[in-house]
């Protein structure tokens, strides 16, 4: 597990590819919470390099993916499952408009654009 905060979730999964010794591939990148405010207004569409306090990252074998997911749900927190581990020597990837593309990296907060 790892809490994702200043640079955002791309910067969150890095930390957790290079902490695990692991690539990673993202499928789907969240934006936030459905009736819950943009954590930057002037940010539209949010980034995925903008503070991040209140998620959690979550790795899991895919054989508890399900049982994981039922019981947060059960507790009333949101999950989404937004990738997959991969190799080392994979890296870390993103699929964005059917095109696998490198993970962004952001030397800084998104949020220090607008500030």
């Not at 955002?8 to 957790?16: A, D, F, K, N, Q």
Request: net charge negative; glycine share 10%; hydrophobic share 40%.
């Amino acid at each position: 597990m790892h809490d994702p905060t200043e640079g955002g979730l791309v910067t969150g999964l890095h930390e957790l590819a290079r902490a695990a010794g692991v690539g990673l591939t993202i499928d789907a990148m969240p934006s936030h919470t459905a009736g819950m405010p943009a954590p930057v207004p002037a940010l539209h569409p949010p980034s995925p390099g903008t503070l991040a306090s209140g998620s959690l990252l979550i790795c899991v074998a895919p054989h508890d993916v399900e049982r994981v997911r039922a019981a947060l749900q059960a507790a009333g927190v949101l999950c989404t499952q937004i990738g997959h581990i991969m190799s080392r020597d994979f890296g870390c990837k993103m699929r964005s408009n059917g095109v696998l593309r490198d993970l962004p990296i952001h030397e800084r907060d998104e949020v220090t654009k607008i500030l």
